[in-house]
């Protein structure tokens, strides 16, 4: 069971992260695509916090001694699933990215040779 | 058969223009070249543009293996038979161009190969180098079953059909050694023919020791996660 202290610490911390999420969202600065990882990883530490005897249950199925340990690695996990998902993110906006200068400057040669005709 | 020289430059002020006049004075008449200018940050472009070269200028860096893909989008979109690719370093020498084209036109080859091992002659690289050619050559073999000995050179030839898969997709970061995996993973005709290299005749080489293995251990988990990855496709015969 973890502490009453812990409970309280994060309730409070999952709060501010949904404001900084909704905030962000609302200034358009993400996009919505993109955040449903870092939603659903928030909906899950609300949860927690809300029910910690899940932690109990979950520390004792996997073999871990201390519930707050079992906590850190569910935000562990968490985390790196959202960084799985930004490589992905990067690599295909690096191919995009590439396709597009190709394509500029195969267009750009095109333009060239067109005006060297007239 | 119409045939393109693909030379991808970057920061070849110096080597750019003689590569061209070799390219045309010594290779087959009816070859046609295209250079890629990769945003060079010296004077390459318009040493190009004051000299009406043919050439494609990338508005960002995209790296060898980016920037030979575009010339193989060219190729494709003119309708080019063969495209081959040649370094705007100096390093190739154009009187082996029709070398590299004969077997594809006999219909020998899908992928002609410029190799510096089969005869032993001309610029040779230095022994720890060759090592690691041997090792990645080795590597290869093991991975597809293809033999080729001089893995990472930048001279080669390919046929129509591979034109449009390279077009499509190259390697982005390893270019030279995961094409030719890409290439007989697919079912294609590989050949080698001696050619003799050059050493860079200006500029700087992009290559040093630290960098050599760092590398050699890049590409070599590069090769295996390709081959992991993508597997062998279905080999028709013939």
């Known amino acids: ?10 309730l409070f911390a999952v709060a501010v992260y949904f404001v900084l999420l909704l905030l962000l969202l609302k200034k358009r600065s993400l996009h919505l695509k993109y955040t449903l990882l870092w939603i659903f990883s928030g ?5 927690l916090a809300v029910f910690p005897h899940l932690l109990d249950w979950f520390a004792a199925l996997i073999g871990i001694y201390e519930p707050t340990n079992a906590l850190f ?16 993110i ?3 906006l690096n191919e995009k990215n590439k396709q597009l200068a190709q394509v500029v400057a195969l267009l750009e040669q095109r333009v060239r040779e067109l005006e060297k005709e007239k | 058969m119409k045939v393109l020289v693909i030379v991808p430059a970057y920061n070849e002020e110096q080597n750019i223009l003689k590569t061209i006049r070799d390219i045309q004075k010594s290779g ?3 070859i046609q070249y295209l250079v890629i200018n990769d945003c060079s940050t010296d004077k390459t472009k318009s040493v190009l ?3 009406e070269a043919n050439y494609l200028d990338l508005p960002i860096n995209l790296g060898i293996g980016g920037g030979v893909q575009t010339g193989y989008r060219y190729a494709l979109e003119y309708g080019y038979d063969i495209a081959i690719q040649f370094d705007g370093d100096g390093q190739h020498d154009a009187q082996y161009l029709q070398d590299l084209i004969a077997p594809i036109e006999r219909g020998e080859a899908d992928v002609v190969i410029g190799s510096r091992f089969l005869e032993k002659e001309g610029f040779q690289s230095t022994g720890l180098r060759r090592l690691g050619i041997n090792f990645l050559s080795g590597l290869i073999h093991l991975l ?11 001279m080669r030839a390919v046929n129509r059909s591979m034109i449009e898969r390279f077009a499509a997709d190259y390697a ?3 270019p030279e050694p995961e094409a030719i995996l890409a290439a007989g993973l697919a079912g294609a005709k590989i050949v080698e023919v001696p050619v003799q290299m050059r050493e860079r005749q200006g500029g700087v080489s992009s290559i040093n020791p630290v960098r050599s293995v760092y590398y050699m251990i890049k590409v070599s988990l590069a090769l295996i996660l390709f081959r992991l990855m993508y597997g062998r496709e279905a080999k028709n015969d013939q």
Do not use: H, N, W
């Open chain 1, 43 to 47: 909906i899950l530490m609300l949860v």
């Open chain 2, 172 to 174: 982005q970061d390893y």
């Open chain 2, 49 to 51: 543009r004051q000299a």
């Open chain 1, 1 to 10: 069971m973890i502490s009453r202290t812990l409970q309280i610490v994060m």
């Open chain 1, 90 to 92: 990067v690599s295909k």
């Open chain 2, 144 to 154: 597809c079953g293809v033999k080729v000995r001089d893995v990472t050179s930048g």
């Open chain 2, 28 to 30: 087959p008449e009816s």
């Open chain 1, 73 to 88: 690695s569910l935000i562990f996990f968490c985390v790196i699933m959202i960084l799985m998902s930004l490589t992905a």
